[in-house]
């Protein structure tokens, strides 16, 4: 009916204008059917209490004769033969009560009133069919500002440092709008023989656009710069049966839906004629991207995301490989002007393939006949596998499952009862009865494709355009890909860019020009500033500040500012090949050259072992028994398998509860290279014990500005989990600095369902944080908190007004009279925005910019206190530089003094001897945040259908221990 159309185009505009996740680096993305109309989308300035798209701006009444949202239609259930285990066995149903589209970290209280505080402009007026009236769409807006102000405009760009100008990869985008924009959504039942694309080329060879041509998002959604000659004043449905013939051998026909949603509203028009881009919604830009993206998505390029990938070369891998290259493009927001972020993109994509192929080649061309896989061989498909989409080959038709994980039994043993069959029937027989197939891989588990619903390998097929999670192979092999096919240097890459834009032939595309778009030849120039780097001081007063150089220093035969010997230590060795007298007489070595170094350490162990993973456990187990002073337990290991790591540290960390470094023994050496790798691990086993190696003075304080008055450094990062992991908690790491030199950190780990918000369990951790940081003080409480927050891609005020409201109810717990004044900035290095340096003199010999360059022009940022920080020297490839918006100050900070303390705390990092690329309470919440996602990922097989992993007391709450993670 018309009504369930308006219905379904409604929440696919609702899922189409949904902006990106404000608290999560992974994005959660439901899907339609199972939103509840009721409830606001995660960034929309709308009232909880009514539906997204049909509620009213502020102040706008709502027509009286508007009907109620329609009641939730229930989940359609899978057909019973679609899989082998899907016979018997529902799919996943959501909890009641439960919306996965809140964010995953704001409170529903806490939300629901930001919510009915905003003030918004309606961007589009949504059509909908009867007996529904024309109303107000309200969405998220910029804007919209309840927070203090971090500084006056007036000191929003810096003057400290050396002046140069940079050249950006931002393109002016120029937007003329006289009349409103018109959008439409089609419905049509899937046919295997038809893409939507066709359908679109169907529509417009039967008249339904008139002289126009709509821009289409390759999905259901019409962007038209005129009204379709289809639209109806009635706002039903106009219905199109549209055929296409194959050569007199079968004629497709399927039946088209086209609905008008949604128009622009005039406020929108006068604020893009006024520039006044700030106030506008980002619904509207993601309908400038789709009209950007049409002309390439027409012509059947692949698309992910952003980026158009247009040529690929293959790559010859463990598994078969493909690097994709393309165009990334995206539309941003300055003041008063809009720019399009385009850059030269590359990324690995798994060639489609048989599974039970993919299997074999990653063990090395060969699977196990007899016998069930090793915990390592199933961790690595299962790493490699996880989250893919495969496609099934015995049904007779295509269908796609995601897989969220791997059975813990060989799909012999997977039984289940079938409603065709009307018996309880085991996998194999099932496919020899019901499809004549006869499984050959019994021993070998089963995908699992749904809770409790499986799918053995000899049916399934990698689907196309799979993208590659490289964090999942070797360092070897990433070295490989990264040097074949990924990594430029910054002046090729913007020459690439470059021939990029002017290959996309904005200017000369049809369906630009008829909705006013144009984008400028050049990209625009930037202002920029290098600031001095800091001084750093470790033992015996020696200062390190005449040794640095584009960020790196050398710290061989220098004194530890705060030395912990390492008296009592024991190893572990896991290959076969190393022989136990090469690994003594190696730490024998590395001790003398610790003692001339600084670093005191034992020349030898208190025992040395060799054995297997499997005997990990017991072995070390039996060590601490017989020696409770241990301190810290080496770990040899033959390669970098990342799945023996993980395990190795899953161990040690969370079960056995003993700091470890794991060393590779092919790098065991002691020649070229050695002496420097031998100081690294010093630098980490320091670190680890509780040491610190050195610290920082800024000079554009008088005084150490952490210690006088005492100031706390907090940095809290989040993670939600893709919405195929059906086990996977939701993770948020706080770390927070115990001394008032912003070196040693204490963490807390929270994990919760995505669904939930871990309100209290969020202001605990941070009065455990803060009550550390005073017991380590001598009893003095932090009287200043800096806090930075990661994984914020958007709706910065909802999330700092949650982060900072947990943070002052924490203090409150602690004492009602305790209120430290608080700072609040947002880092962001999940972007596409280069800079290129054309001056030799302030290039680094990647010939990137130097570190310590900072980016603050006003012609390509917004009107928040903004800068792009490059505070590192990159090993290869182009830098990415590291935006921070200063959104709450309590501090009095002017700009020169914020960019100078960020960047200088990036010096503050005990692990190396280098600044990074962020600052360190953001780079130590992401490493434990990492630590964190390999315990999951290692856990055992057996477990994969329990309803969390938790990770043991000791290491959550961490205001005692040590940095443990580093």
């Excluded at 991207?289 to 692949?302: F, V």
């Excluded at 061989?377 to 996880?386: D, F, G, R, S, T």
């Excluded at 680890?688 to 003075?697: D, E, Y």
């Excluded at 990092?909 to 990492?930: D, E």
């Amino acid at each position: 009916s018309s009504s369930s159309s308006s219905g379904r185009a409604k929440r696919h505009l609702h899922s189409t204008f949904r902006p990106p996740v404000h608290c999560s680096r992974r994005r959660r993305r439901p899907t339609a059917h199972n939103r509840p109309r009721s409830t606001p989308s995660r960034c929309n300035n709308t009232s909880s209490s009514s539906n997204p798209l049909t509620s009213l701006s502020k102040g706008t009444k709502q027509p009286e004769n508007a009907a109620k949202p329609d009641k939730q239609k229930p989940k359609r259930q899978p057909p019973a033969d679609s899989a082998a285990a899907s016979a018997a066995v529902a799919s996943p149903k959501h909890k009641k009560g439960k919306d996965p589209s809140a964010p995953a970290m704001l409170p529903a209280l806490a939300y629901e009133s930001a919510l009915q505080s905003a003030h918004s402009v309606p961007a589009f007026v949504v059509c909908a069919a009867p007996p529904l009236r024309v109303e107000s769409l309200t969405t998220h807006f910029i804007q919209t500002r309840r927070l203090k102000p971090a500084v006056s405009p007036a000191f929003a760009v810096g003057t400290s440092g050396r002046k140069t100008t940079l050249i950006s990869n931002l393109w002016p985008l120029h937007v003329k709008l006289e009349s409103p924009i018109y959008l439409y959504y089609t419905k049509y039942n899937s046919n295997p023989h038809l893409s939507s694309w066709d359908v679109y080329h169907l529509l417009q060879k039967a008249g339904a656009f008139g002289h126009s041509t709509p821009a289409f998002d390759g999905g259901h959604l019409l962007v038209s710069r005129v009204p379709l000659p289809a639209d109806a004043t009635s706002a039903h449905p106009r219905i199109f049966k549209l055929s296409r013939s194959h050569e007199g051998e079968r004629s497709d026909v399927t039946e088209v839906s086209l609905l008008k949603i949604a128009e622009l509203s005039p406020e929108v028009l006068q604020l893009l004629a006024s520039r006044n881009f700030s106030q506008l919604s980002p619904e509207l830009f993601t309908v400038f991207e789709i009209i950007l993206r049409h002309t390439p998505l027409g012509s059947g390029k692949l698309a992910v995301g952003h980026t158009v990938y247009e040529s690929f070369n293959k790559i010859d891998c463990s598994v078969d490989l493909a690097a994709w290259s393309g165009r990334y493009h995206r539309v941003m927001i300055a003041r008063e002007r809009l720019l399009l972020n385009i850059d030269a993109s590359c990324s690995m994509f798994l060639a489609p393939a048989p599974v039970i192929d993919i299997c074999k080649k990653l063990l090395n061309g060969s699977l196990p006949h007899d016998h069930k896989l090793t915990p390592d061989a199933h961790a690595l498909i299962a790493e490699v596998l996880v989250g893919t989409k495969v496609c099934t080959t015995h049904l007779g038709i295509t269908r796609t499952y995601r897989v969220r994980g791997l059975s813990s039994i060989p799909v012999s043993k997977i039984r289940f009862h079938c409603d065709v069959l009307k018996r309880t029937i085991s996998m194999p027989e099932y496919f020899k009865t019901r499809y004549n197939i006869s499984l050959k891989y019994n021993h070998l588990p089963a995908l699992e494709v749904g809770r409790q619903r499986f799918l053995p390998f000899q049916v399934c097929t990698l689907a196309p355009a799979q993208q590659l999670r490289t964090e999942f192979f070797s360092h070897g092999t990433l070295a490989k890909l990264l040097h074949t096919s990924m990594v430029s240097s910054p002046r090729q890459r913007f020459e690439d860019t470059m021939s990029l834009a002017s290959a996309a032939c904005f200017n000369d595309d049809a369906v630009l020009k008829e909705f006013g778009m144009s984008v400028e030849k050049e990209p625009t120039p930037v202002s920029a500033r290098v600031l001095g780097h800091p001084k750093l001081t470790m033992g015996l007063d020696q200062s390190l500040s005449s040794s640095i150089q584009d960020g790196v220093w050398h710290a061989r035969k220098l004194q530890f500012y705060r030395e912990v010997p390492l008296e009592h230590w024991a190893c572990y060795c896991m290959d076969p090949n190393y022989l136990l007298s090469t690994a003594k007489y190696f730490f024998k070595r590395m001790a003398q050259i610790g003692q001339d170094g600084g670093f005191r350490m034992a020349p030898t162990p208190v025992d040395i072992v060799s054995g297997t993973l499997d005997g990990l456990q017991d072995t070390v187990a039996q060590l601490m028994a017989a020696h409770p002073t241990l301190q810290l337990l080496f770990i040899l290991l033959p390669d970098q398998n990342r799945a023996v790591y993980n395990r190795v540290k899953l161990i040690t960390d969370t079960v056995l509860n003993i700091r470890s470094q794991c060393m590779q023994t092919s790098k065991m050496v002691l020649g070229q290279g050695g002496g420097r790798l031998v100081t690294n691990v010093f630098l980490k086993l320091n670190t680890k014990l509780g040491g610190i190696n050195h610290i920082v003075q800024n000079p554009a304080f008088k005084q150490n500005f952490l210690a006088a008055p005492p100031t706390m450094l907090l940095g809290l990062e989040s993670s939600v989990p893709p919405r195929q992991a059906l086990v996977t908690p939701a993770t948020c790491v706080v770390v927070g600095t115990l001394d008032t030199f912003g070196a040693t950190y204490g963490s807390k780990v929270i994990q919760h369902s995505a669904e939930d918000h871990p309100t209290a369990a969020l202001v605990v951790a941070m009065r455990t944080l803060v009550q550390a940081f005073a017991k380590h003080n001598q009893g003095v409480r932090a009287q200043r908190i800096l806090f930075f927050r990661a994984g914020i891609s958007s709706c910065f005020e909802q999330a700092a007004e949650y982060d900072i409201s947990a943070l002052k109810a924490a203090c409150k717990e602690i004492d009602a009279q305790y209120a430290p004044s608080i700072s609040y900035a947002a880092a962001q290095r999940r972007h596409h925005v280069r800079f290129y340096q054309p001056d030799p003199k302030f290039q680094d010999r990647n010939s990137n910019p130097l570190p310590g360059t900072v980016v603050d022009d006003a012609s390509i940022l917004t009107d928040r206190l903004e800068f792009y920080l490059y505070s590192h020297a990159s090993l290869m490839g182009t830098s990415r530089p590291t935006l921070y918006t200063l959104l709450f100050d309590e501090n009095g900070f002017t700009s020169d003094k914020f960019q100078l303390l960020v960047y200088h705390l990036c010096y503050s990092v005990q692990r190396s001897s280098r600044s990074i690329s962020v600052v360190p309470p953001i780079y130590y919440a992401n490493l434990l945040l990492k630590r964190v996602h390999a315990y999951v990922r290692c856990r055992d097989p057996s477990a994969a259908n329990s309803p969390a992993f938790v990770i043991p007391e000791a290491f959550s709450v961490d205001g005692e221990t040590s940095m443990f993670f580093t």
